[in-house]
């Protein structure tokens, strides 16, 4: 079946370091791809999205782009920031969005 | 609009007790779920519904029940509580297709049953 596999933290990082959080996906169809966020006490929260192969999703800094021959929605930021402390849910979800799937989390800090 | 809304935000039982959870969304959403978070595995999916008067069952079910009667409530039963449903609970709502997998979480519930 559908599964997303993402990379385990958790992950420390210095203010203006380079973040990459590795997500990789088993799906039958052509899956939508997804980064959620969850900031500590809260529920999560869309932080992009892609629908199709090659698509790039982008919002506060952060970027992922649909590599369907990978398999791949890798989590990038160039320079992250305190504010960015928070757990990143890789997730798929079928063309009829009746099915999603989370990966495990990984909880990101950053430190000034 | 409110989005999703849950209540309690903590709750307490004994193992046995029944209690639920409550769910709602002012969004007109069609597609509403039930997931569970526990340490280590993520999101995983207990119910879900498409629309009122319809559900199904997600990834880890047992233990829970549900019904949609109306489009903006979506109630989790727990039946009989057990230490093993000591979990923090989120309720989603998604609208309908056009945007799909754009899911809206509610704050969540933290529930221990002792």
């Known amino acids: 079946g559908d599964s997303v596999t993402q990379m385990e933290g958790p992950v420390t990082l210095s203010e203006e370091a380079c973040l990459t959080i590795?997500?990789?996906?088993?799906?039958?169809?052509?899956?939508?791809l997804f980064w959620y966020v969850q900031y500590p006490g809260e529920g999560l929260q869309l932080l992009l999205k892609?629908?199709?192969?090659?698509d790039k999703g982008s919002n506060k800094g952060f970027e992922a782009t649909y590599r369907k021959e990978t398999t791949s929605f890798h989590l990038e930021k160039g320079s992250v920031q305190v504010s960015d402390s928070a757990v990143y849910f890789c997730?798929?979800?079928?063309?009829?969005?009746?099915?999603?799937?989370f990966g495990t989390g990984t909880s990101l800090t950053v430190i000034p | 609009n409110a989005g999703v809304t849950q209540t309690p935000k903590f709750q307490v039982l004994k193992t046995g007790q029944s209690m639920t959870l409550q769910c709602a969304q002012d969004?007109?959403?069609?597609?509403m779920s039930w997931y569970r978070q526990d340490p280590g595995m993520g999101l995983r999916l207990i119910h879900y519904?498409?629309?009122?008067?319809?559900?199904d069952q997600g990834e880890v079910p047992n233990g829970y029940n549900v019904s949609r009667s109306t489009t903006e409530d979506f109630p989790l039963r727990l039946l009989s509580a057990a230490p093993s449903q000591t979990s923090v609970y989120f309720c989603?709502?998604?609208?309908?297709?056009?945007?799909?997998?754009?899911?809206?979480f509610g704050p969540g519930t933290r529930l221990t049953v002792l």
């Open positions: 519904s498409v629309g009122a008067g319809i559900t």
């Open positions: 989603a709502s998604s609208p309908p297709q056009g945007a799909p997998g754009v899911q809206f």
């Open positions: 997730a798929l979800s079928d063309r009829v969005g009746s099915q999603f799937y």
């Open positions: 590795n997500c990789t996906y088993t799906a039958t169809g052509y899956p939508s």
């Open positions: 969004m007109n959403h069609e597609y």
């Open positions: 892609a629908t199709k192969a090659d």
